[in-house]
T-cell receptor, first 110, second 109 residues
Framework: EAAVTQSPRSKVAVTGGKVTLSCHQT?????MYWYRQDTGHGLRLIHY???????EKGDIPDGYKASRPSQENFSLILELASLSQTAVYFC?????????FGKGTRLTVV | GQQVQQSPASLVLQEGENAELQCNFS?????LQWFYQSPGGSLVSLLS???GTKHTGRLTSTTVTKERRSSLHISSSQTTDSGTYLC???????????FGAGTKLSVKP
């Protein structure tokens, strides 16, 4: 079974601070994704990547950067965290058609 | 735009009843997956069904590609089926799944 590991699992950040969420997959999948989920809502695509050293914008990229330094690792960076970025963030990798998710990171910006 | 709409938003059943969940999408779907999200938040893939009918256990999915809709039928519901069911679509082979808002299912004993 594909393994996708996110860290940290929860974080409290201050407004205006920098936050980095990390994701690691062990199955050599090409595609990796970052989604956010707000309470009571579905997942919205922030950034994704299909190869190392390249990232693509999803539907809500504003305020987020992504980095894919290797096949296994995919990070989401909030340069200036804002209250509106409080959410649960999910990383996923894919072996088409299946998508495998990490357990999520609960980010609270105060 | 590329939209995924799920209905109903919530559903309450007595154990043993059947559930029918709907997913409608705005343009051509090259991949379609149904996911289960547990009350604790974990997401697992249930099945992939971009066209036709697929069965796995008590789950049956039927996708009518031309009509841009898919359904997920859960037979003989159990309390452990409670959670949120999400539909995810790849539009036009872009390999970037878009999700609906989900159907929250509650099964009472």
């Amino acid at each position: 079974e594909a393994a996708v590991t996110q860290s940290p699992r929860s974080k409290v950040a201050v407004t205006g601070g920098k936050v980095t969420l990390s994701c690691h997959q062990t199955n050599n999948h090409d595609y990796m994704y970052w989604y956010r989920q707000d309470t009571g809502h579905g997942l919205r695509l922030i950034h994704y990547s299909y190869v190392a050293d390249s990232t693509e914008k999803g539907d809500i990229p504003d305020g987020y950067k992504a980095s894919r330094p290797s096949q296994e690792n995919f990070s989401l960076i909030l340069e200036l965290a804002s209250l509106s970025q409080t959410a649960v963030y999910f990383c996923a990798s894919r072996s088409t058609p299946e998508v495998f998710f990490g357990k999520g990171t609960r980010l609270t910006v105060v | 735009g590329q939209q995924v709409q799920q209905s109903p938003a919530s559903l309450v059943l007595q154990e043993g009843e059947n559930a029918e969940l709907q997913c409608n999408f705005s343009s051509t779907a090259t991949q379609l997956q149904w996911f289960y999200q547990s009350p604790g938040g974990s997401l697992v893939s249930l099945l992939s069904n971009p066209s036709g009918t697929k069965h796995t256990g008590r789950l049956t999915s039927t996708t009518v590609t031309k009509e841009r809709r898919s359904s997920l039928h859960i037979s003989s519901s159990q309390t452990t089926d409670s959670g949120t069911y999400l539909c995810a679509i790849d539009f036009n082979n872009n390999n970037a799944p878009r999700f609906g808002a989900g159907t929250k299912l509650s099964v009472k004993p």
